[in-house]
């Protein structure tokens, strides 16, 4: 596997909604004038459109840059789907690529539209910077032209994708809202606005209820300004953050000793195992999350905690195959697996301790 896809940790940071919002995705979805799209191209095409795509994108994007074509790697591309949440690319056909890019950057070429490229952060952090995203679109747009008409705006093969192209996606922590049953009201209310919600349980499919972890998705309409589409999305966000910490410091002065117990016995684990099953470390890592936004439990020094929980939630498995490689293949067991597991969340969780004296 090459190292590029792991040792970069390309989103995680700090930022001051952390606690409720665990990332932020803005994309942009861009069609070439003149050319089919990529479902009624000829792999002929494809190639042409790629290396046009691949050129650009080289001239405006090139430090870290990193490219994945149907020769590279698959453990690779697995690292991807799991550092970058992007479940839904499985492969990698003749004539596609996916390419990641410093600041959180991430695209695909003839994967629906001809470039899909987007920003990711933690928090709300791409939302404060979404001009950036705007800027990188208009230096393509010198190199490209873009189908596009006045009346309709960009043109992409998906409906929901005409007019700015514009889409986000945000993976929100939301304890409060799933423990006050809230979750079914908070839902409909943002289904009226046009945003989508899932609950969220590590490879975006639907889990149970009690799940704290929510996929929120918006793709602004046809006819709508980005900066429209943008401050729509930060007044649902803001909604959110608002009822969720409302909601905590509501909670907390009833349950606040069973998510400490939770939380401190999670811990505890994680910093302690020397096996480690997969689901069984996401639960913990979710209930140590809780203990910290409630507000319940309290470490000597936590300054990095939240994103070094999200770290090892999204990047532990890749990290896993990446050591694995330095064993013989007939070597490797389940156990072996495990025990990487737990030795890799020990090395980071090593550094915290929680305050008894609270």
């Given at each position: 596997m090459n190292k590029a896809c792991v040792e970069n940790w390309f989103w995680f940071g700090d930022n001051s909604d952390l606690d409720c919002i665990v990332y932020c995705r803005l994309g942009l979805y861009r069609s070439i004038a003149g050319e089919l799209f990529p479902h009624r191209c000829t792999n002929e095409d494809l190639e042409e459109i790629q290396t046009w795509l691949l050129r650009s994108l080289s001239s405006i994007e090139s430090e870290s840059q990193y490219i994945i074509s149907p020769h590279g790697e698959v453990d690779c591309l697995s690292s991807v789907r799991e550092v970058f949440d992007v479940s839904s690319i499985s492969t990698v056909q003749p004539g596609q690529a996916v390419i990641l890019g410093s600041k959180g950057f991430f695209a695909t070429i003839n994967m629906n539209a001809h470039l899909y490229f987007s920003q990711m952060g933690p928090g709300t952090q791409k939302l404060e910077t979404w001009k950036e995203l705007i800027a990188l679109d208009e230096r393509l747009d010198r190199d490209l032209n873009w189908a596009c008409t006045e009346a309709y705006g960009f043109l992409n093969p998906d409906p929901h994708h005409i007019g700015s192209g514009l889409e986000c996606e945000a993976l929100l922590f939301l304890p409060g809202i799933m423990d006050s049953s809230m979750y079914e009201r908070v839902m409909k209310g943002l289904l009226s606005q046009g945003f989508e919600l899932s609950v969220y349980n590590?490879?975006?499919?639907?889990?149970?209820?009690?799940?704290?972890?929510?996929?929120?998705?918006?793709?602004?309409?046809?006819?709508?300004?980005?900066?429209?589409?943008?401050?729509?999305?930060?007044?649902?966000?803001?909604?959110?953050?608002?009822?969720?910490?409302?909601?905590?410091?509501?909670?907390?002065?009833?349950?606040?000793?069973?998510?400490?117990?939770?939380?401190?016995?999670?811990?505890?684990?994680?910093?302690?195992?020397?096996?480690?099953?997969?689901?069984?470390?996401?639960?913990?890592?979710?209930?140590?999350?809780?203990?910290?936004?409630?507000?319940?439990?309290?470490?000597?020094?936590?300054?990095?905690?939240?994103?070094?929980?999200?770290?090892?939630?999204?990047?532990?498995?890749?990290?896993?195959?990446?050591?694995?490689?330095?064993?013989?293949?007939?070597?490797?067991?389940?156990?072996?697996?495990?025990?990487?597991?737990?030795?890799?969340?020990?090395?980071?969780?090593?550094?915290?301790?929680?305050?008894?004296?609270?």
């Open positions: 590590g490879d975006d499919s639907q889990g149970e209820a009690a799940s704290p972890f929510v996929k929120l998705h918006y793709t602004v309409p046809p006819g709508m300004p980005e900066q429209e589409g943008i401050e729509r999305i930060k007044n649902a966000l803001d909604g959110l953050i608002t009822g969720e910490r409302a909601t905590r410091d509501r909670l907390a002065q009833n349950i606040s000793d069973e998510i400490a117990d939770s939380a401190s016995r999670a811990f505890g684990v994680l910093s302690h195992a020397r096996l480690l099953e997969k689901e069984e470390c996401r639960t913990y890592l979710s209930d140590v999350r809780k203990g910290l936004v409630y507000n319940c439990v309290h470490f000597e020094h936590q300054e990095g905690l939240l994103q070094h929980l999200d770290r090892l939630w999204f990047t532990t498995e890749a990290l896993i195959r990446q050591n694995l490689e330095l064993i013989e293949p007939h070597q490797i067991t389940e156990k072996n697996i495990k025990s990487l597991r737990a030795k890799l969340v020990r090395s980071i969780l090593s550094q915290y301790h929680i305050d008894r004296g609270i």
